[in-house]
């Protein structure tokens, strides 16, 4: 079994993507291991504020199959193929880590490298799994958090799964 670390996150009917994001992931994993959820501002463009979280779950999938279900997924949900790496989304899913894997893996480079930058990803990592280490730091999540700085501005918000 490998344990998955997935970010998801919406700025378009953020609340209802976030829930069916939740309720496609549970039809495949469970349990699901969930993080608070934060409010942000855009990262890389103006737009509306995302709602961001962490999601864990351990699976026996292999790592292609599981990045194709994750973008079907998003498309289902109203992702826009092709669309700028930096725009609006209905729903993106990263797969942030799986198990301890490092290095590009069909494509997918991990552990993702926004772990480490991204306060959206980084805060409610480690809150999630704070005593789980990056694999290529060595650091807890909780380490990294606590030696965080940017300006990246971010707050928790009340959210509810399952509805």
């Not at 737009?47 to 790592?63: E, P």
């Not at 990045?67 to 092709?82: H, K, N, Q, S």
């Not at 997918?108 to 704070?130: G, K, W």
Request: glycine residues 6%.
């Amino acid at each position: 079994m490998a344990e998955v670390f997935l970010g998801l996150g919406s700025n378009v009917q953020r609340y209802q993507h976030m829930v069916k994001g939740l309720d496609a992931l549970a039809e495949h994993f469970s349990p699901l291991r969930l993080s608070p959820v934060y409010e942000s501002e855009s990262v890389g463009f103006r737009g509306s504020l995302f709602l961001n979280m962490v999601v864990s779950f351990d699976t026996d999938m292999a790592l292609a199959p599981l990045a194709e279900l994750l973008r079907d997924i998003e498309i289902r949900l109203g992702r826009i193929v092709g669309a700028p790496k930096f725009s609006p989304r209905s729903l993106d899913i990263d797969i942030l880590s799986y198990d301890n894997l490092c290095g590009n893996f069909d494509g997918i480079d991990l552990p993702r490298d926004e772990v480490s930058y991204n306060a959206f990803v980084l805060r409610p990592l480690s809150e999630l799994a704070p005593d789980h280490c990056h694999p290529l730091s060595g650091k807890s999540y909780r380490e990294l958090w606590s030696n965080y700085a940017s300006e990246q501005k971010l707050w928790p918000v009340t959210f509810r799964w399952p509805l």
